[in-house]
C-alpha cells in the first residue's frame, strides 16, 4: 500500500497490506492528493476494530466523527465501492 502522509489527519483508513479493497481506497486518496492516517488492522475480529466496523472488515474509513464504512452515523456506507463513489462526490 502507498505511504500515506505523515501527519495527523481527520481521515483514517483502517487496512492492511494485503487488503485490495484496502489498496484501492488509499490508492484513491492519494490519487486526489488528500491526507489520511493509515490505521493497520492486525485482527479485524478484535473488539477494538468491531467497535470501528461490527462487520470485522477493511476497508473502514473515518472522517473526523464519521464512520464512512462500518458503524453508521453521519453516513451508511457499506463497501469499498461506496466509499470510493464518497471520496469522488
Ligand atoms: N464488500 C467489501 C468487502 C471487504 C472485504 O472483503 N475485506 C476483506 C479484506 S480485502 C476483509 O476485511 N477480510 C477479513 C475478514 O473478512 O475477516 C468491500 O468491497 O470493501
Same mark, same amino acid.
Given at each position: 500500500m502507498a505511504e500515506p502522509a505523515a501527519a495527523a489527519s481527520t481521515r483514517k483508513l483502517y487496512g492492511y497490506e494485503l487488503s485490495s479493497n484496502s489498496v484501492r481506497i488509499a490508492a484513491l486518496l492519494n490519487e486526489k492528493g488528500l491526507d489520511y492516517e493509515l490505521v493497520v488492522v492486525d485482527? #479485524?475480529?478484535?473488539p477494538e476494530f468491531l467497535a470501528i466496523n461490527p462487520l470485522g472488515q477493511v476497508p473502514a474509513f473515518q472522517d473526523g466523527d464519521d464512520i464512512?464504512?462500518? #458503524?453508521? %452515523? %453521519?453516513f451508511n456506507l457499506s463497501d469499498s465501492p461506496e466509499l470510493i463513489v464518497s471520496i469522488l462526490g
Open positions: 485482527d #479485524t475480529k478484535s464512512l464504512f462500518g #458503524t453508521p %452515523k %453521519k
